[in-house]
Each structure stands twice: as structure tokens, then as C-alpha cells.
């Protein structure tokens, strides 16, 4: 059995700890620890998981359900496409069900802010029917209160590099493969697609928090 090992400050007086923690975790391997009966019952589990964690693969879904009702279906067809080249068919017919979820809930227009810019980059969907992101609003002072660097963590990860990707409207590659892929996920020709318009559209079953005026100027 596998035993925890918690680092202790000991009588070091340059450590100190309100709770004897100081971060490091050790586990070490005892074979004689533990009762019979309980070395049976991690033994059994060992080999219930060893039996059975083939049966269903953790990417057996393709990847559908994380998150699937969201911007994840959009991205999530899009990557496979990319990556299989062609449209997927089998016995459940994965993509072409992904496609008419798209084109039935408003087509890649109403895909929410962030898969906005992912599709951007990739040449599925024009830098201006995505909302701003000025790169220069990171040069402003951190006493600002619309600094970026004051956001939440994830949201500062994700912001500061997406601003440098719209400030250069970085794109990728328009190859054969992007071409028809813009074909498959729009209701109406690419070209003929007014950007801005789609700027705050969103699905409904994406939809978290209305665009009130401020946000939109």
C-alpha cells in the first residue's frame, strides 16, 4: 500500500507553519502496510480498474460532450475536420450531426466571443465581426481599472494573447481544407456575410449575460 509523507518544519526556526505544512508530498510504497483484509480490497480495485479501463476510452465520444451545447461543438467540428480531412461518417454519423446542430442554431455567426477569435485565426470567421481587444489597453497603468492585468487569472491569460492576435489580425493558412470548411458552417456564402453585424449575436443555449449598451460602445 502506498503511504502519504508530509514534509515537517522539524526545529528549523527560519520555517514556520500554523499547521506543520510545508508543501512537499511524498508518497512512498509499503507492502506490509495495512491490514490482509485491506491489502485484498485495494488489490481487487487494482484489478477491477486493470479489467475495465478499456472498455470505454476516455476520447470515445470524439470529444461531443465536453461541453457540447456550447462554443465546444463549433471548435470541436472544426478540429476534427482539420484533422480527418473529410467529413466523418460511421455508423452514427458524428460530423454530419455536429453540422446540422450548427446550421440549425444560427450557423458559426452565433458562435460566443471566444470562439469567435479561435475561428478567426483559423480563417473561418472575419476580425471584424469580433468585439475589440486593443492590445494597448495593456500598456495602461495598473491603477486603472480597465487595465487587463486586474482581470481574473484566466481571464487575463486568455485576453492577453487573443489582444496580440487581433491587434496583428493574425491568420492562418487559407488552404483547399478552410475553403470548405467555410462552405459547411455558414447558412449563407462567407463572402456575402455583413461581420459586424455578428459582433454580440450569440446562440441562445450559449447565452450567459445580455450586451447591455456600455459593453456594446
Keep these: 500500500m502506498w503511504r ?8 528549523d526556526p527560519h520555517i514556520y507553519s500554523t499547521n506543520n505544512f510545508f508543501g512537499r508530498q511524498i508518497w512512498e510504497f509499503d507492502p506490509d502496510a495495512g491490514t490482509l483484509e485491506e491489502r485484498a480490497e485495494v488489490e481487487e480495485a487494482r484489478q477491477n480498474f486493470w479489467r475495465n479501463r478499456n472498455e470505454v476510452k476516455p476520447s470515445s465520444d470524439l470529444l461531443w460532450k465536453f461541453q457540447s451545447i456550447k462554443k465546444k461543438s463549433y471548435v470541436t467540428y472544426t478540429v476534427i475536420r482539420m484533422k480527418m480531412k473529410d467529413v466523418i461518417g460511421g455508423k452514427d454519423k458524428a460530423c454530419e450531426r455536429a453540422r446540422k446542430w450548427i446550421l440549425d442554431h444560427g450557423s458559426a455567426i452565433a458562435i460566443s466571443s471566444w470562439g469567435k477569435t479561435w ?19 495593456w500598456l495602461l497603468p ?36 478552410i475553403l470548405q470548411i467555410r462552405e459547411e458552417i455558414y447558412n449563407e456564402p462567407y463572402e456575402k456575410l455583413n461581420w459586424r453585424r455578428f459582433r454580440h449575436l450569440c446562440a441562445k443555449v450559449s447565452f450567459l449575460l445580455a450586451a447591455d449598451l456600455l459593453k456594446m460602445i
Design 4 to 11: 502519504l509523507k508530509i514534509a515537517e518544519g522539524g526545529n
Design 119 to 137: 475561428l478567426a485565426i483559423l480563417g473561418l470567421y472575419e476580425w471584424a465581426g469580433c468585439n475589440p481587444m486593443p492590445p494597448e489597453f
Design 142 to 177: 495598473s491603477t486603472s481599472p480597465i487595465n487587463p492585468g486586474n482581470l481574473l487569472d484566466y481571464c487575463r491569460l486568455t485576453y492577453l494573447p487573443m489582444a496580440y492576435l487581433y491587434g496583428k489580425k493574425f491568420v492562418g493558412p487559407i488552404t483547399p481544407l
